[in-house]
């Protein structure tokens, strides 16, 4: 009963009990040990006691519990153990020895509290204390602990550094008024000036105090913003006071500054400006609002474009502050628009100073703005009257002159005398030394002008007349004046310009004469058709009577007819080539032939005093070119060089091959093979500025009226369309080389061709349809297909014509004019045809090849076109082209 009773007494303890006897089994635990440890009784006694420790358990306490035990005595400790569920616990561990009477040792009795919650509580306290310690090492601002008797007790090492002390050391004992403190207005802190004392008076916390100090090795004085406040027990008495500060060196004097800053600008009507660019913060003085109509922002972001800028111009403005900052630029100067208060836009200039770090990172920005509003409308209406007086200048052209009737002194602008290329000795001169500039033929006429106009009281004047240049080269100007009078009429001043009209009047007259030519294109155009379709009926009918006539006599008077013919052929075709009436007709030409031909043409036009020698240096020279072009074009070369050599000398052709691959050719030709036709003269040359100069259209040497400056560049458009380019090189005293380059083709190419020149004809196998207005023209192209053995259906015009193609399919071959009545031409009439019959081949035939004509649809066929007037023969090589091409898609 007794047993049990201590059981139940030991079970109600509020401790964990164990007995254990000296080999430290257990015998005994109670209800609270099982509790705590979460093991049964059974699971518990016979156990060795250290069952609950474990791998985390302090070797230390293990160790000494073993030496208390071995050496029977008392443990007094807290050990880590383990619950049966694996979870830690800390045990408040009291071990006691058990003697019998004779003090044997008998067992031990265990004593265990779990305290891991206070154990958990005081980690944390230590863990917070040493972030407080780590805060207080590492934190960027200076905190002093003053204790309640006003020593300080600790500084931490930013707080070392900013009060100027030792950064290692004892500082015990030091006080407030031992840190050589300054108030703001300079007066030294001292006992009576003490923040910890009076916090710690008042008991009340103190902010945002400025202080300074001045460190000894330096002389730099440090400004300071404190802070103090006070820490107390749980029992509410003071046990420190702690005071903080941060270095605001930088802001203080900034701010002064900007105080100052603001005092001047209240003295000026700009915006002054400052602008902390790391922060934001903008200042402006009260002229902002003057003259933006709203208050200043308290901040800027850079990156944004600021609104009072007129929304057109943000963007530039915004890109111009980003560049100067990336290129870190110091100043800024820019001008922007605004809408001011009233609605109307104004003009501000903005001038910045760009503030930099050492890192070259921009801090800061002061600058200024002016409202040049009315200043800008001053110089509106200056520019306004300056444009007035431009216009007036305009009227007048180049040279500005001035006349004082009383002493004829007359004044140039220097710029227009060098304009005009006179000697700068006329700016200022008598009128007299201008009248001598004049050219004979226009002096006379010119002064009794002017003199007319000053005595009869004419406000204006005008001339126009030529004068001598500098160079004794002749210039046409326009002089125009105005005459000013005082109220008795007697002139006081003369006002007038002199203009350059050479171009002008040169234009005029290239004018006229390109009306002219058009014209006489036109002419010339309906005059070659009418006679190329008379030579066709000459030409056919003769080769019709010299195929029945067998007698010599009447075939030789045939024959000269058709030469006669023939010749007649080639004179139409040089008037349309003249008049620029036909499109290039590319061909295969053997060069030798070609030069044979047009040396004929060029000698004619040669006076006896200047020789020709033409070179040709090789054989097998082929091009693809239009042929009357390529006449054309080196007749206008040796025109320029016969102008050349007014007083004779020599022009050399030479013709050879050329292979372009690298060089300086490589930038105007395609590599391959070219023929290079050059003409050289003995003339005088051209300086490099003319020689740069002469295939710009309208551009010449010659003298007014001589020629209109299109010969060359029309050569050098040939060369171009060709595929081929075209050089002059010239040196002054050295003559002149123009040189064309045209694509070469090969013997075998031309020679493919020429085997294609015969009169057989690939028949087709349906039916010709023939249109032509020229009755008789028409009866002789039916007669020779006919002669073929072939089915002709013919027709006068286009309507006619597809009228019989509705009943007509099987028609394969078109022989159409181009030039007829009724509405529809050849080409029209062709790709109407075709549409209707897409595997029907077009021959075109025309009088009259004119780019106005055949410029719509040309370009597709103008491959098939047969000019007239043409032979059995040429019709012929013409059908086998036009059948031996495939079909049209």
Known sequence: MEAHLDQHVIDSIGHGVIFADTTETITYANRYFREITGYSNSEIVGRNCRFLQGEDTCPEAKKRIKQAIENGQQFDGQILNYRKNGEAFWNDLSITPQFDADRELTGFVGIMRDVTERQMHRQRIEKLEQHLRLIFEKIPAGMVVHRADGTIESVNPEGRRLLDLPSSGDIDGLRFEDLNLFAEDGSRLGVDDCLASMVAATGQEMRDLIASIVHKASGQKIWLKCSVFPT?????????????????????????ERQRFELAAQVTKSIVFDWDLLTGEYWANRNFKTIFGFEPPKERNPSDPPHYVFEEDRNDY????????????????REFRFVKPD???????SELM???????QAVRIIGLKRDLTELRRQEERLAESEERMRIVAELSSDLLWELDPETDVVWRARDGVERLGLDPALAPCSGGAWYDLILPEDRERVVASFRQAIENGAGRWREEYRIERAD?????????????REEGGKPTKVVGAVRDITESRRLDEFLREKQSLESLGKLTGGVAHDFNNMLMIIMGNTEILMDNVED???????????????SGAELTSHLLAFARQQPLAPQHVDIADQMDQVAKLIRYGLPEDISLKIDLTEDNLYVEADPHQLDNALVNLAVNARDAMPDGGRLTVEVSSRSVDAGPLHAVLAPGEYVRITMSDTGPGMTPEIASRVFEPFFTTKERGEGTGLGLSMVYGFAKQSGGHAFIESSPGEGTSASIFLPRISKVRFDAESDQDDTSFPLPEGKILIVEDEEQVRHYVERIFESEGLTVLSASNAIEALELLEDHHDVDLLVTDIVMPGGMNGLQLAETARRRLPGLKVLLTSGNASMGTLREGFDRLKDTLLPKPYTREALARAVSRVMSKPEAR
Not at 354 to 360: A, F, N, P, Q
Not at 552 to 566: C, F, K, N
């Open 354 to 360: 760009v503030h930099y770090d050492d890192d070259g």
């Open 343 to 349: 609605g109307s836009l104004g003009v501000v200039r």
């Open 232 to 256: 107390h027990e749980e029992s509410g008495e003071l046990s420190a006071v702690v005071l903080s500060f941060s270095d605001i060196t930088h802001e203080y004097e900034s701010e002064r």
């Open 552 to 566: 010599p006599e009447t075939r030789e008077l045939l024959d000269l007819i058709q030469s006669a013919a023939r």
């Open 472 to 484: 004794k080269s002749a210039l046409q100007v326009a002089d125009t004046a105005a005459i000013i």
């Open 318 to 333: 915004q890109l111009a502050l980003s560049l100067a900052l990336e290129q870190q630029r110091s100043r800024l100067d």
